[in-house]
């Protein structure tokens, strides 16, 4: 496993069989330039058409998810509410 970050700040986790130096450095130079939701849509697999590798799983790291729903919900504590609620 291997942890990235992409164009939108989503730390990913990529599992590369075989993982080697060469397609670790494409990796390196690919992912930052994607976005989350372009992944999913095969764009790393486009990037990497020509290198032999096989990605076995790329699964997204809960902590910015967490921070973000954390933010979220204090910023809609902190609006103030009408009196009696």
Same mark, same amino acid.
């Given at each position: ?24 450095? !494409? !990796? ?5 330039? !994607? ?6 849509? %095969? %764009?790393?697999?486009?990037? !990497? ?37």
């Amino acid at each position: 496993m291997a942890k990235f970050v992409t164009r939108d700040n989503k730390s990913i986790r990529i599992k590369v069989d075989p993982k080697d130096e060469k397609l670790m450095e !494409l !990796l390196r130079d690919a992912i930052p330039r !994607l976005s989350y939701d372009e992944i999913l849509d %095969g %764009g790393l697999e486009k990037r !990497l058409k020509d290198a032999a590798a096989d990605i076995g799983s790329i699964k997204v790291s809960t902590d910015g998810d967490i921070k973000d729903i954390l933010l979220s919900k204090a910023i809609f504590d902190a609006i103030s509410k009408p009196m009696g609620m």
